[in-house]
């Protein structure tokens, strides 16, 4: 099933509109369309025969959307890949999702990079950033562009997200999933021509690049920031933003920048999504008027699954609200789908499930249930309330940190016996990872020694806060760790910590 | 593939929201979801093995949306008939469409209906409008309704429309023609959660049926209405509809009633479509702020295919705007596909095309172009102008009359030696079909009798107003009629004719 060209008809349809800013930069969708269309034609030259995929590996800045939107024209999946990623990670990922070209910010060393994979590119994300001459045609000239559409079965994207393997699975979106997240997220949210979206989630995030297409689609501008910066974006949504995406920290700390300064009114909606939002900041919001719409979402299903809207969280405060129009949700236990009300594990269906992970025998059947690890259960109203993400899912600063990757790591040290990975609350990051290890060697090495082994092999922000030694984990009989049984015997951090 | 069912979905994320509304009767979605359950178990028990379709020979009630929301639930195509039809042209429809059960208002005499068609059960439409009992399940219950989806390439509806050859033909319409459709009008008109919409063109055109799928999809409310009349639907928007279609007629005596009183500023849009809009009509529009946007469309793309926006028309007074988001059009001459400027065949691609027409061998290609007969050009700035519709179609009050049609009924007459029919320019209907007849008996005769004749297979509105009687038409060597030839030497009617 193909689907004219969306940043073509937009930018047919809207030549004159703002579609991005960034900084003083800005681009009208005709601008951006030239500009995607000379992106196009550098990636052409740059891709070896045949393709396969295009990895980008940067902070957000104008090459990313311009590398995102020329591989959707050239029609081959992108995979974002976040900059925090050890090298060691990095080369898994380039070498799993087939990666031939890379497009890396300066923050990156290419060479390096390069060599750690063979028959890899790479080439500064710069390059493809010079606006091109003024010359080109212009979207309105008809017969150009129209043979370009988009099949909606395709693969668009990969993003890498754990499993309980230890080892990150790449989750394929197609075209159609991104598609249909964003009418989903239209016909939830509404749609109007004036509204503007801030974007300042990381656009390696599923979440980030969602709310790029949504705009892409809906011919909505997009203010771009390269990271999140609470004073920044605070400025943007006085300049004019209606919807902005963040998760609890961010939004916590421009609450405390901006005091109880009341927030403008053309602010339609924050969704707040990434982990579950503490009543204390809901009430803080509610109080203020500030229309903030927690939000339920993951990688498989292309984000957004449920969104409570800012006018329900009053009457229905702790929930992630109704499924999207375009979701079905259940709730299974072990006695088969569960009553309103009955907590189990929830499961998802509808046009915005992935359609597989890398290395899947198969593709999933698009009708399938998605088994989300995650538990929770549905009220009488059919709000859905999510009672804890996946068991050994630790969410730090939005970012999805997970446990049996971690142990994996730390198994592979010489003088680790045993090893087990909790998270604990955390007032800045939601949650951190603390690592509870069986250690053979000198007691006095083991913290220096571990961080240094990790830091070899895992991201910053997956290194455990603390590692606490003990003599056994608690385990099943058939060999199961019990976290919860661990984390309970974990001491609370000290104060500082 | 799949989509969640729409009335399910919207049923369960609005229970309380007003869905529909008919005189003093209102129900909310959760009540129409309900009621639609049971007049889904009413068809079932009706329905003979194999089904067919379900045809519906109504005007405007509430048993004509419960109908065709109830055979979306069971997956079975409707057939909305016009209740103008005569009793050949209805007999012929019923067997071409295969349509085995038949909902019929009162006006119709359903025993002769039945009579006139082999294996046809004939039922009331009001048996199935009572209310269900309220014990029945609320779509909130979980489970109940999941397994219900939607099948985006699976036939939905069939509409008459007559072509060049003189009979009608059946354009098939999938769901997911109608659901594209309303996603397309929602991203090009926007979509906020308290639109109103006032329907008031008839159910059994594509254009009064797509509204009805729209709101069901976007959940937004339906004032629905019998017939057209000037002053309800006046204050139909006075009480708070933001939006409704209107053909051109309909418009100008909603103006000649309101004279230069202000409409409401919650009025977002007036589609205006069926004909081309007078320039003076909308100059009129403009200088009372009326929101009114001139649309294209046709049966065979499930209804609108371009609009201009209220804030455009200014600016671009005679066109029909820009495709919508989900359509491409280009036009095509003899030497291909034209630039800017240049008039030529409108063709159109899309989503919303429709799989074909029954009998059809094979069905469309959903990715090829549809020629839609229409002439025009797109502008510099793609902006689509429509100069003439199909040069053998009359659109008469918003009906599509085919000259093809009536002539194939007067050449049946046996002392018709030759006929040709052109339509004129009314001030009411827009336009009126002119018969110019060869004529083998007594001339004081031929206006009864043709009039007597056409009465027994044609609907009252394609009769023509006037016989004109001639010793030859004009037609080319190879014996094609010349209708612009032929218009050209009708003389003007009288006043008051």
């Known amino acids: 099933m193909n689907l004219p060209s969306w940043l073509e008809t937009t930018s047919r349809n809207h030549p004159d509109k703002l579609a991005l800013t960034f900084g003083e930069e800005r681009w009208t969708f005709a601008e951006l369309y030239r500009h995607v269309n000379a992106a196009a034609e550098t990636l052409t030259s740059a891709l070896p025969d045949p393709p396969g995929r295009i990895g980008i590996l940067s902070a957000n800045r104008p090459g990313f959307v311009l590398a995102v939107l020329a591989a959707v024209r050239l029609g081959i999946p992108v995979v974002p890949l976040n900059p925090r990623l050890s090298p060691a990670e990095l080369a898994f990922q380039i070498a799993d999702a087939d990666i031939t070209l890379l497009l890396a910010d300066e923050t990156h060393d290419a060479a390096a990079v390069?060599?750690?994979?063979?028959?890899?590119?790479?080439?500064?994300?710069?390059?493809?950033?010079?606006r091109p001459e003024k010359t080109l045609p212009s979207p309105c000239a008809q017969g150009?562009?129209?043979g370009v559409r988009v099949n909606l079965t395709a693969e668009a994207a990969v993003f890498y997200t754990s499993g309980t393997s230890g080892r990150p699975k790449g989750a394929i979106l197609t075209y159609g999933n991104l598609w249909f997240s964003a009418i989903?997220?239209?016909?939830?949210?509404?749609?109007?021509?004036?509204?503007?979206?801030?974007?300042t989630m990381p656009l390696f995030h599923v979440g980030g690049?969602?709310?790029?297409?949504?705009?892409?689609?809906g011919a909505t501008p997009v203010i771009l920031h390269d990271r999140f910066d609470p004073q920044r974006a605070l400025?943007?949504?006085?300049?004019?933003?209606?919807?902005?995406?963040l998760v609890p920290a961010m939004l916590d700390r421009m609450l405390a920048l901006r005091n109880d300064r009341p927030w403008p009114p053309h602010?339609?909606?924050?969704?707040?999504g990434g982990s579950a939002a503490p009543p204390q900041l809901l009430e803080t919001c509610l109080r203020l008027g500030i229309p903030v719409a927690p939000t339920y979402g993951l990688t498989e299903a292309t984000s957004q699954v449920a969104t409570l809207l800012p006018e329900q969280v009053q009457a229905h405060l702790g929930s992630s609200g109704r499924p999207l129009p375009l979701t079905d949700i259940r709730i299974v236990t072990e006695h088969g789908?569960?009553?309103?009300g009955a907590i189990g594990e929830i499961e998802i269906r509808g046009p915005t499930n992935f359609r597989g992970y890398l290395g899947d025998s198969e593709a999933r059947d698009p009708d399938a249930w998605f088994a989300t690890g995650d538990i929770g259960y549905l009220d009488d109203d059919g709000y859905l309330v999510v009672v804890d993400r996946r068991h050994d899912l630790i969410i730090s600063g939005g970012e999805n940190v997970y446990p049996a990757e971690i142990e994996r790591v730390l198994r592979s040290h010489p003088l680790v016996a045993d090893a087990g990975v909790v998270g604990i609350p955390h007032e800045t990051w939601g949650a951190r990872p603390i690592a509870v290890v069986v250690w053979r060697g000198d007691p006095t090495h083991a913290d220096p020694e571990l961080r240094r082994h990790c830091a070899t092999e895992l991201s910053s922000f997956k290194i455990p806060d603390r590692f606490v030694l003990a003599t056994e984990l608690p385990r099943t009989p058939s060999g199961k760790l019990l976290r919860r049984v661990l984390s309970e015997h974990i001491a609370p951090a000290r104060r500082g910590t």
Not at 209 to 217: C, D, G, M, N, V
């Open 114 to 130: 390069a060599q750690s994979s063979r028959n890899l590119a790479v080439i500064p994300i710069s390059s493809i950033e010079n």
């Open 267 to 272: 602010l339609r909606c924050i969704l707040l």
């Open 144 to 146: 150009e562009g129209l």
């Open 337 to 340: 789908e569960a009553p309103p």
């Open 209 to 217: 690049l969602a709310i790029l297409f949504r705009s892409i689609i």
């Open 184 to 199: 989903s997220s239209v016909l939830h949210l509404g749609h109007r021509s004036h509204d503007v979206w801030l974007l």
């Open 235 to 245: 400025h943007a949504i006085d300049a004019g933003a209606a919807l902005v995406s």
